[in-house]
């Protein structure tokens, strides 16, 4: 499976419209938010120039990127240095938020209705990304989190409709992220890419 399944531009299109509609979301939550969706941005942009530069048909798969940039020698493999912006270092930083998506939407679905959800979001983060992220990093991010709306809220700034019907469209939605979460992490697995610096 994971070697036969491929991004496609109609799945890239589709991520950025899902990005947008959650970075507008977290431009909703206030500046406490910003820290976080200006990152996200930078490293959506570095994806989009990819996307639109010379070499733009060797980015239309994850697999065709994985292979041109290391056949290049366009990944810095031990520390940032001429490389630090790579495809495959950025999407690797995606990934591991996908993985932290994938954990708090779970979460949220099965969550009782007094549940907290910058409890929900802690803990996602702290099974997911924040091993990768600075002392200070860390500490942003959970003040951060406190500022989450409830669970309800939640649902509704992201026009999800009612609880019943967020948590039956979240079911939809969980096993394709997984989906995609799994492809990636195999392909990188393969290619030795997961510790990127
Ligand atoms: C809804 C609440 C949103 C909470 C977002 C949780 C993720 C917390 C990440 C905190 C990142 C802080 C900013 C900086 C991070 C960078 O140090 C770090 C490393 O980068 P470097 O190796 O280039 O130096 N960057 C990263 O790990 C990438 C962070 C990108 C954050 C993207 C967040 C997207 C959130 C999407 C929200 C979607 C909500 C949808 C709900 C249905």
Redesign the pocket.
């Known amino acids: 499976m994971a070697s036969t399944t491929r991004y496609t531009t109609t799945t890239f299109a589709l991520g950025h419209i899902v990005?947008f509609l959650?970075?507008r979301?977290?431009n909703s939550?206030g500046s406490v938010?910003s820290?976080?969706?200006?990152?996200?941005v930078g490293?959506i942009q570095i994806m989009e120039n990819y996307r639109i530069g010379e070499s733009s048909q060797q980015y239309l798969t994850l697999q065709s990127m994985v292979k041109y940039e290391m056949e290049n020698k366009l990944v810095d493999l031990v520390q940032r240095s001429e490389n630090w912006d790579s495809g495959c270092?950025?999407i690797l930083?995606?990934h591991?938020?996908l993985r932290?998506?994938q954990l708090?939407?779970e979460k949220?679905q099965i969550a009782s209705e007094d549940s907290k959800t910058s409890v929900l979001?802690t803990e996602a983060?702290n099974d997911s990304?924040a091993c990768?992220?600075?002392w200070i990093?860390r500490k942003?991010?959970t003040v951060?989190?406190y500022a989450?709306p409830t669970r309800v809220a939640?649902f509704e700034a992201?026009n999800?409709g009612t609880t019943e019907e967020a948590v039956a469209k979240l079911g939809v939605a969980l096993p394709f992220l997984s989906k995609v979460f799994d492809i990636t992490e195999e392909l990188y697995k393969q290619h030795n890419l997961l510790d990127l610096p």
């Open positions: 990005t959650a970075l979301f977290m939550l938010f820290f976080i969706s200006k990152d996200a490293k270092r950025t930083r995606l591991r938020v932290w998506l708090f939407l949220l979001c983060y990304l990768h992220h600075t990093v942003a991010a951060a989190f989450l939640f992201m999800m």
